[in-house]
């Protein structure tokens, strides 16, 4: 009888452990039903604006992988259109070509500039070290 007086008298965070045979100290919760209640914190409104910034991450994220894609399929159908071009000349990097579309629709490569003839004028190209086709402005020949 006096073990259970003992342990009535001892604060709710220390507690009597069977397994162990010894009183466990420092519990961060209560013990018994008279302890004091564990509320939760509302956290709602942390989660949501938290949310709201990773969505926007995200978001973000997402919009410059597309934006990359973009600029890739760009690139890509310019090295198809060029390279799927005739042309009869070994093409010096970093030089401008000009790229026509003939009357029977075929496409050619040309070092000759728009201006000097009449033919379908489809745009100005260099080729960089990687082998890849570039838009250029004809008239500057910069990209």
Do not use: C
Request: aromatic share 14%; no cysteine; hydrophobic share 30%.
């Amino acid at each position: 009888m006096d073990e259970e007086k003992e342990k009535q008298d001892k604060p709710d965070l220390v507690v009597w452990d069977k397994e162990k045979g010894y009183y466990q100290k420092g519990l961060s919760y209560g013990s018994n039903v008279s302890a004091p209640a564990i509320n939760i914190e509302n956290i709602s409104g942390w989660k949501h604006a938290n949310a709201e910034v990773a969505n926007k991450n995200f978001k973000t994220k997402f919009e410059e992988f597309k934006a990359e894609f973009d600029r890739l399929v760009n690139e890509v159908n310019i090295n198809e259109l060029v390279y799927s071009s005739k042309y009869n000349f070994i093409p010096v990097m970093g030089e401008t070509y000009h790229l026509y579309r003939k009357a029977d629709g075929s496409l050619f490569l040309s070092m000759v500039p728009p201006n000097t003839w009449k033919q379908e004028y489809l745009g100005s190209f260099k080729q960089d070290t990687d082998h890849k086709w570039t838009r250029v402005d004809a008239s500057t020949g910069s990209a």
